[in-house]
């Protein structure tokens, strides 16, 4: 789905790469074993997190809070654990310090209630039988394989080099910033830089902690039949106007929910009567008066914006273009250039030109289709009318 969304990647990193991920991970498990040891364990295991809980830690019905109605396996094997308590104060001064950034700040408040707490040394193996041998094998020890979550959190080294490149992974780690959902937190923000910090190894500087979105106010489901198909909204809408509606209507440090409803209500007013109705109305003027204007290079990115984008508040960016937006709409209703002549149209409409482009290259994040069509038809030096960027949706 990353082409049909216009997003792009340089690695994608499988945990089942033999070459590069399973030599890797065999090498991050023995620069920590000093912090792992062996031990018999009975307890609670959830299938679908592939972790055990113990009752404290499950909901009111004692099922894991994010598998409800699933049941728990009760599970008793012996396995290799990871000595967590021997890193607790590490991670609260780490975090509490923003050395290793939790965005937004209630998500790193979280974090920091449950490191106060007592930590328990954590599983980080599993029986063959219970992997049924997948997974990396553990260095020396032919009847367990790593536990998925202390290998996978490893993709984020082996990907770029790590026991396999070391000239690769000095220049791309430590990562800036991990994106991750709410659901996955504790494994990113509590074990993953316990493991880093047991290796000696850098930790990533920040991690962006995202919520999750319902649908019509309800939690999708294949029972209650409104799981939505990303490939059929693409194909229906677009992918720039299913951006804008992730990026804009949902909060993204928070959950949110989608309904087509308001997608439409948010397309027409938004998209079909702000952005794509000043495209429009600016390229027939320019049309109309003939008028040529000066090709320059356009990288404005107002500070604003900026700052927006390094707290992750993508919303609050868009927010901020709409107002540039509607402001150069309310100029033109002002100025009203289609009464103009001469070298005041002239200098009126290259004003215009000049914004838009601006708009167009502060959109190049959220819109990359879009604003590309706004540079290519606002490029200069003549400017000609095109069809509607968003025709109206009814």
């Known amino acids: 789905m990353t082409k049909e969304l216009g997003c792009q990647f340089d690695i994608w990193q499988k945990g089942s790469d033999q070459t590069h991920h399973f030599p890797s991970s065999q090498k991050l498990w023995d620069l920590c074993k000093n912090d792992i040891y062996k031990k018999s364990y009975e307890g609670l295991y959830c299938v679908g997190c592939e972790t055990f809980y113990t009752t404290e830690e499950l909901n009111e019905n004692g099922e894991c809070v994010e598998h409800p109605g699933k049941k728990l396996d009760k599970v008793s094997e012996e396995n290799y654990f990871f000595r967590l308590s021997n890193f607790q104060k ?42 049924k041998n997948w997974g990396v094998p553990v260095p020396g020890d032919d009847t367990q394989r790593m536990y998925v979550w202390f290998d996978a959190l490893n993709i984020y080294q082996s990907g770029v080099g790590f026991g396999w490149d070391e000239e690769k992974y000095s220049k791309w780690w430590p990562a800036d910033v991990h994106v991750i959902g709410k659901g996955i937190i504790r494994f990113h ?16 500087k920040s991690l962006f902690v995202h919520g999750y979105f319902t649908v019509n106010g309800q939690k999708m489901s294949k029972t209650l039949g409104n799981v939505i198909d990303p490939f059929e909204l693409i194909k229906k809408y677009g992918a720039d106007p299913l951006r804008y509606y992730f990026l804009r209507e949902i909060p993204s440090t928070s959950d949110g929910d989608f309904s087509e409803r308001r997608f439409k209500e948010l397309y027409n007013a938004d998209l079909a009567n702000g952005l794509g109705n000043l495209v429009a109305r600016v390229a027939k003027l320019c049309e109309t008066n003939n008028i040529t204007v000066p090709v320059k290079q356009y990288k404005r990115i107002p500070t604003e914006i900026d700052e927006h984008l390094k707290e992750f508040q ?4 868009l927010e901020f273009i709409w107002v540039e937006i509607t402001t150069l709409d309310h100029r033109i209703e002002k100025e009203k250039p289609w009464n103009l002549t001469g070298k005041v149209l002239q200098e009126v409409l290259i004003f215009l030109v000049d914004q838009i482009n601006n708009i167009a290259i502060e959109l190049q994040p959220f819109l990359p289709e879009t604003a590309q069509k706004i540079l290519s038809q606002f490029k200069g030096p003549t400017i000609k009318t095109q069809s509607a960027l968003f025709p109206r949706l009814t």
Do not use: G
């Open 90 to 131: 590490q991670l609260i001064d780490l975090i509490s310090s923003d050395s290793l950034k939790i965005i937004p700040d209630f998500r790193k408040n979280e974090v920091l209630s449950f490191l106060k707490q007592p930590l328990q040394d954590i599983s980080i193996s599993r029986t063959n039988a219970r992997a």
């Open 189 to 204: 923000a509590v074990y993953w830089p316990a493991f880093l910090l047991s290796a000696k190894l850098s930790l990533p």
């Open 314 to 317: 993508f919303e609050k960016a």
